[in-house]
């Protein structure tokens, strides 16, 4: 409760309350027996708080704790490893560490596909970030595939007129146009 509380005043840029809130999560979850997955949870959560507030260094240290609670608990192919191997991968290439975040972002990927189907919107989402990665290492063709993928998966989930669909081709323009410089 103390984390959602956080992540919510977080959003709402109210950064004092979420820090206060966060703390007190901490100290709970200092008193769970070691391994405990609920550690690994509210490791997760901090690191959307610290995302929100721009302390990626922070935020990417409390994603990797909560990865490594997680995979011993459920086991590296669990979507709950995929959704902070994406968190994890979305924070550092927000931080422009594009080269560490790529094998988290394919692992989301793959634990997606496997877990939820090819075309599921998690996956689209996933190839969008792999490809945002490729664009900002000035890998265009490398990017390209996996922002095709990705706004072909968003076109056929929710249409033309999908903000998800626009956001994809965009990035797939930015490709082009960067390729031609």
């Given at each position: ?40 949870t509210t ?86 970030l792999l ?51």
């Amino acid at each position: 409760t103390l984390v959602l509380a956080a992540t919510r005043a977080a959003s709402a840029k109210d950064f004092k309350s979420a820090e206060d809130l966060r703390q007190r999560a901490v100290k709970i979850t200092s008193r769970f027996p070691s391994g405990d997955p609920r550690i690994g949870t509210t490791q997760n959560t901090l690191g959307l708080v610290y995302r929100e507030e721009k302390k990626y260094s922070d935020s990417a240290k409390a994603f990797e704790s909560a990865l490594t609670m997680l995979e011993r608990s459920y086991g590296p192919e669990s979507l709950d490893v995929a959704n902070i191997d994406f968190n994890l991968g979305s924070v550092l290439i927000a931080d422009g560490k594009y080269d560490a975040a790529l094998p988290h972002i394919q692992h989301s990927r793959s634990i997606f596909e496997k877990v939820m189907g090819a075309q599921s919107l998690k996956a689209a989402a996933a190839y969008c970030l792999l490809g945002e990665a490729y664009r900002n290492m000035n890998r265009f063709d490398d990017a390209e595939k996996p922002l095709k993928q990705c706004a072909d998966l968003r076109e056929a989930s929710a249409g033309v007129e999908s903000p998800e669909l626009a956001d994809a081709l965009y990035n797939l323009g930015l490709v082009y146009e960067d390729r031609k410089s």
